[in-house]
């Protein structure tokens, strides 16, 4: 089975930059689709930015411009940069990949919290 472990993240003022990345580990996996979604207390998880394997990235609005998402095919690892933080940023950040053998599952992982302070 396919197991994501989240690190990064943490507690930054706003307009400072964090980052966060997500490692897939299991074998006998095509990892394709990689992302993150972030849940703030009191609201539903929402998409962050995800990639395809090839690179092909898409962002929230909300995000654009500021968030970077990238990702090591080799290492089967994805990682999201985040610049110019917002206070409304706080949010519990959310990794996932889509895995395939034989039919595909998304994996989620543990969740990392990122705080950003006025």
């Known amino acids: 089975q396919v197991q994501l472990v989240e690190s990064g993240g943490g507690l930054v003022q706003a307009g400072g930059s964090l980052s966060v990345s997500c490692a897939a580990s299991g074998s006998g996996f095509h990892i394709g689709n990689m992302g993150w979604y972030r849940q703030a207390t009191g609201e539903q998880r929402e998409l962050v930015a995800d990639?395809?394997?090839?690179?092909?990235?898409r962002y929230a609005d909300s995000v654009k411009g500021r968030f970077t998402i990238s990702r090591d095919n080799a290492k089967n690892t994805v990682y999201l940069q985040m610049n110019s933080l917002k206070t409304e940023d706080t949010a519990v950040y959310y990794c996932?990949?889509?895995?395939?053998?034989?039919?595909?599952?998304?994996?989620w992982g543990q969740g990392t919290q990122v705080t950003v302070s006025s």
């Open positions: 996932y990949v889509d895995a395939t053998r034989g039919f595909t599952s998304r994996i």
């Open positions: 990639t395809t394997r090839e690179g092909s990235a």
